[in-house]
């Protein structure tokens, strides 16, 4: 039972690699849209402040914010892909057309019963507990929406695409026949969500008036549920009401009232007060966002295995300088939420701890979650805060304790973080790798490869691979993560290393009848040649 679950869990691991493979790139793009576009960066160099550089720097944070705005779209394209056994490309097709009958019957479902929330002029639908898709109004579940049905396209499409009928009913086979399955999955998936979260949202708000009574302790309580229920969704539900609502305090200004901790703060930027308000600290959500995440993508670089940690360090730097300068965390969150929950909790708990440390020791700034903003508007608003440089103090401090916990309990529990996928390299072989980091750890034979063996760079063949794997009939799957070919086989003692080791590797590793053969950036382009060479056969 225990290795069933293991195994469940490695192979919705191995999953989740294939959408946020690109994250990295796209968090490094949008801190360029950020830097060419940011006021406070445009003001130090005016010259950015040309028609087209704006435009373009415009155009390109908007571009590829779309992708983190539709993560649930990734995800129940991706998922659907990298689980399926074969064809993977009708999967990933139907995994799509399966959300769009979801979102549309979501939608039916909520104007069928009047439960459809009105956008208000400044916030649109945020704080309503519903959220538009793709234009489609329906219940939102935040990206756990799309990785929730991802997951469910993918076991059924594995488990209906090989059923075949005879005669007039021979068209609606294989695929079509998945399809048609799950056609009443969305619809079913649909009923249940516009059932039960709402009722979810509804304790999510409740706790709206135990965080306003309870001083700092419900200020940690804000800042865990907001990190902690970010994959749901539902933690818009915790910061909306305290930033646009009465919640988040009121602020009187002759005939006017000001509700709400974000326009607040806003006006008092404006205003010729002394301090501001105690509203200031439900903006406090951007301050992990400057600070912690500097201490956790360190912390994933550091346990990162030795042959991995060049890479992981070009995967993580973008991610963190993205949070730190933009404020989207997203890329980054989504590399270990769900390859270690426990230490997303953790996060979580940190997080809230150090919002209600803010409270207790009287600091009060700016933290608008951009760390370059945030000290060009802390110096023009100084006389209005208080304990201002305590702010970058405890930043730093954050940033320590996100490394220093992360690390140990990295360690501890033996967590597949970013660059600690599988098992590492033997230490001689690791040294090896990092010391001539495209070379590989085993020697590699050349030799003339047969017409249409698929010819790998360096050496070998696909052929030589499959064959070393035990044959096509041996082969189950194969995938693979940002260094890793991941192959599962029917019966590991076929396996020959030695034909394997034609090809320029980096080390084989054996965990039952999971292999990893360790390939380095140019995995994608040797798993594409291995699935061509088997399709040939």
Same mark, same amino acid.
């Given at each position: 039972?225990?290795?069933?679950?293991?195994?469940?869990?490695?192979?919705?691991?191995?999953?989740?690699?294939?959408?946020?493979?690109?994250?990295?790139?796209?968090?490094?793009?949008?801190?360029?849209?950020?830097?060419?576009?940011?006021?406070?960066?445009?003001?130090?160099?005016?010259?950015?402040?040309?028609?087209?550089?704006?435009?373009?720097?415009?155009?390109?944070?908007?571009?590829?914010?779309?992708?983190?705005?539709?993560?649930?779209?990734?995800?129940?394209?991706?998922?659907?892909?990298?689980?399926?056994?074969?064809?993977?490309?009708?999967?990933?097709?139907?995994?799509?057309?399966?959300?769009?009958?979801?979102?549309?019957?979501?939608?039916?479902?909520?104007?069928?019963?009047?439960?459809?929330?009105?956008?208000?002029?400044?916030?649109?639908?945020?704080?309503?507990?519903?959220?538009?898709?793709?234009?489609?109004?329906?219940?939102?579940?935040?990206?756990?929406?799309?990785?929730?049905?991802?997951?469910?396209?993918?076991?059924?499409?594995?488990?209906?695409?090989?059923?075949?009928?005879?005669?007039?009913?021979?068209?609606?086979?294989?695929?079509?026949?998945?399809?048609?399955?799950?056609?009443?999955?969305?619809?079913?998936?649909?009923?249940?969500?516009?059932?039960?979260?709402?009722?979810?949202?509804?304790?999510?708000? *409740?706790?709206?008036?135990?965080?306003?009574?309870?001083?700092?302790?419900?200020?940690?309580?804000?800042?865990?549920?907001?990190?902690?229920?970010?994959?749901?969704?539902?933690?818009?539900?915790?910061?909306?009401?305290?930033?646009?609502?009465?919640?988040?305090?009121?602020?009187?200004?002759?005939?006017?009232?000001?509700?709400?901790?974000?326009?607040?703060?806003?006006?008092?930027?404006?205003?010729?007060?002394?301090?501001?308000?105690?509203?200031?600290?439900?903006?406090?959500?951007?301050?992990?966002?400057?600070?912690?995440?500097?201490?956790?993508?360190? *912390?994933?670089?550091?346990?990162?295995?030795?042959?991995?940690?060049?890479?992981? *360090?070009?995967?993580?730097?973008?991610?963190?300088?993205?949070?730190?300068?933009?404020?989207?965390?997203?890329?980054?969150?989504?590399?270990?939420?769900?390859?270690?929950?426990?230490?997303?909790?953790?996060? *979580?708990?940190?997080?809230?701890?150090?919002?209600?440390?803010?409270?207790?020791?009287?600091?009060?700034?700016?933290?608008?979650?951009?760390?370059?903003?945030?000290?060009?508007?802390?110096?023009?608003?100084?006389?209005?805060?208080?304990?201002?440089?305590?702010?970058?103090?405890?930043?730093?401090?954050?940033?320590?304790?996100?490394?220093?916990?992360?690390?140990?309990?990295?360690?501890?529990?033996?967590?597949?973080?970013?660059?600690?996928?599988?098992?590492?390299?033997?230490?001689?072989?690791?040294?090896?790798?990092?010391?001539?980091?495209?070379?590989?750890?085993?020697?590699?034979?050349?030799?003339?490869?047969?017409?249409?063996?698929?010819?790998?760079?360096?050496?070998?063949?696909?052929?030589?691979?499959?064959?070393?794997?035990?044959?096509?009939?041996?082969?189950?799957?194969?995938?693979?993560?940002?260094?890793?070919?991941?192959?599962?086989?029917?019966?590991?003692?076929?396996?020959?290393?030695?034909?394997?080791?034609?090809?320029?590797?980096?080390?084989?590793?054996?965990?039952?009848?999971?292999?990893?053969?360790?390939?380095?950036?140019?995995?994608?382009?040797?798993?594409?040649?291995?699935?061509?060479?088997?399709?040939?056969?």
């Amino acid at each position: 039972m225990k290795d069933k679950v293991m195994g469940a869990l490695e192979k919705f691991a191995k999953a989740m690699v294939q959408p946020l493979m690109y994250l990295s790139a796209a968090g490094i793009l949008i801190v360029v849209g950020v830097l060419l576009t940011n006021s406070t960066i445009t003001g130090l160099l005016p010259f950015l402040k040309w028609g087209p550089i704006q435009m373009f720097g415009q155009t390109l944070y908007n571009a590829v914010m779309a992708i983190i705005n539709n993560l649930s779209v990734v995800f129940v394209i991706g998922l659907p892909a990298a689980l399926a056994k074969n064809d993977k490309h009708r999967a990933a097709l139907i995994g799509f057309m399966t959300y769009l009958m979801y979102l549309v019957s979501s939608n039916t479902l909520l104007s069928l019963t009047g439960g459809l929330a009105e956008e208000q002029p400044m916030l649109g639908l945020f704080g309503t507990g519903q959220a538009k898709i793709l234009g489609i109004q329906c219940v939102d579940m935040g990206v756990f929406g799309g990785i929730i049905l991802g997951c469910i396209v993918g076991y059924v499409f594995n488990r209906t695409f090989q059923k075949r009928f005879k005669g007039a009913m021979q068209i609606y086979s294989g695929a079509n026949f998945s399809f048609m399955c799950l056609v009443l999955v969305a619809i079913l998936f649909a009923l249940i969500t516009n059932a039960a979260w709402p009722v979810v949202q509804g304790w999510i708000s *409740a706790l709206g008036g135990v965080i306003k009574e309870t001083g700092a302790f419900g200020l940690f309580l804000y800042g865990f549920l907001e990190r902690f229920l970010l994959p749901t969704g539902l933690h818009h539900l915790v910061y909306t009401p305290f930033q646009f609502s009465d919640l988040g305090g009121v602020l009187t200004m002759g005939d006017t009232a000001i509700a709400g901790a974000y326009p607040i703060v806003m006006a008092e930027m404006n205003m010729p007060v002394e301090r501001f308000s105690e509203s200031i600290y439900y903006m406090a959500i951007g301050f992990t966002k400057m600070f912690g995440y500097i201490g956790i993508g360190g *912390a994933f670089i550091y346990t990162a295995y030795p042959e991995n940690r060049k890479k992981t *360090a070009s995967t993580i730097i973008p991610l963190v300088v993205t949070a730190s300068l933009a404020g989207i965390t997203e890329p980054i969150d989504f590399m270990f939420i769900f390859a270690a929950p426990l230490l997303y909790a953790i996060h *979580a708990v940190i997080a809230g701890l150090f919002i209600a440390m803010l409270k207790v020791f009287d600091i009060v700034a700016l933290w608008n979650g951009n760390l370059l903003a945030s000290i060009v508007t802390n110096i023009a608003n100084a006389s209005k805060g208080h304990n201002v440089p305590m702010m970058f103090v405890m930043g730093a401090l954050q940033a320590l304790v996100y490394f220093v916990v992360f690390t140990a309990l990295i360690k501890k529990f033996r967590y597949h973080t970013p660059g600690r996928e599988g098992d590492p390299l033997p230490a001689g072989e690791a040294a090896a790798q990092v010391q001539a980091d495209q070379q590989p750890s085993q020697g590699a034979a050349k030799k003339a490869a047969p017409a249409g063996a698929g010819t790998l760079d360096g050496g070998g063949t696909a052929m030589d691979i499959i064959e070393g794997l035990g044959g096509k009939a041996n082969i189950v799957t194969v995938e693979n993560c940002i260094t890793r070919l991941r192959v599962s086989l029917k019966d590991p003692s076929l396996l020959q290393e030695a034909l394997i080791n034609k090809t320029v590797n980096r080390g084989i590793v054996k965990k039952g009848n999971d292999i990893q053969i360790i390939y380095g950036l140019q995995v994608a382009d040797v798993r594409r040649a291995v699935e061509e060479q088997l399709a040939k056969l």
